[in-house]
């Protein structure tokens, strides 16, 4: 019998100890630190909770950054396939917003021996344009494209 009370009072005990030492480790981290009880890690694992909680955001602003790049670059092509913007306008726009990226000067630099990032980017559209644009519109797309590209950059690369 005195077993079996022994055994009840530990199992009372034991769980409210540890509930009281767990609610002093998240009221009072620094004093379970000082006594050596912090077997989480608490600080540490709230900073690097903070640290991630961070770097999700960042990731999440840089993807809408993306997202918007993608998105404009897209719109672009389709105003220039479409007539509704030059060539050379919309190079100049394309450049603005997409010249600040390395890779994409890398890419350029790879696709196009045209002179200068504008050019390149100019001649990019025309090239994108002319495989995304439908096979009946194709000669005139071309023609106007070319006329276009000429006009503003000099002859177009090959």
């Given at each position: 019998?005195?077993r079996l009370r022994?055994?009840?009072l530990?199992?009372v005990?034991l769980?409210?100890?540890?509930?009281?030492?767990?609610?002093?480790?998240?009221?009072?981290?620094?004093?379970v630190?000082?006594?050596g009880?912090?077997?989480w890690?608490?600080?540490q694992?709230?900073?690097?909770?903070?640290?991630?909680?961070?770097?999700?955001?960042?990731?999440?602003?840089?993807s809408?950054?993306?997202?918007?790049?993608?998105?404009f670059?897209?719109?672009?092509?389709?105003?220039?396939i479409a007539?509704?913007?030059?060539?050379?306008?919309a190079?100049?726009?394309k450049?603005?917003v997409?010249g600040?990226?390395?890779?994409?000067?890398?890419?350029?630099?790879?696709?196009?021996?045209?002179?200068g990032?504008?050019?390149?980017?100019?001649?990019?559209?025309?090239?994108?344009a002319?495989?995304?644009?439908?096979?009946?519109?194709?000669?005139?797309?071309?023609?106007?494209l070319?006329?276009?590209?000429?006009?503003?950059y000099?002859?177009l690369?090959?």
């Amino acid at each position: 019998m005195a077993r079996l009370r022994q055994v009840r009072l530990t199992a009372v005990v034991l769980p409210f100890a540890f509930l009281v030492l767990a609610g002093t480790a998240f009221a009072r981290p620094k004093l379970v630190e000082s006594l050596g009880l912090d077997v989480w890690k608490m600080r540490q694992l709230v900073a690097e909770m903070e640290s991630s909680k961070e770097l999700s955001s960042s990731l999440d602003r840089q993807s809408h950054n993306i997202q918007d790049v993608i998105t404009f670059n897209q719109l672009v092509l389709d105003d220039v396939i479409a007539g509704r913007i030059e060539l050379t306008e919309a190079a100049k726009q394309k450049w603005e917003v997409n010249g600040v990226n390395d890779f994409f000067q890398t890419y350029l630099t790879r696709v196009s021996s045209a002179p200068g990032y504008e050019a390149k980017t100019a001649h990019d559209l025309l090239v994108q344009a002319r495989d995304l644009c439908a096979k009946s519109d194709l000669p005139a797309v071309s023609s106007r494209l070319r006329q276009q590209y000429e006009a503003g950059y000099g002859p177009l690369p090959e």
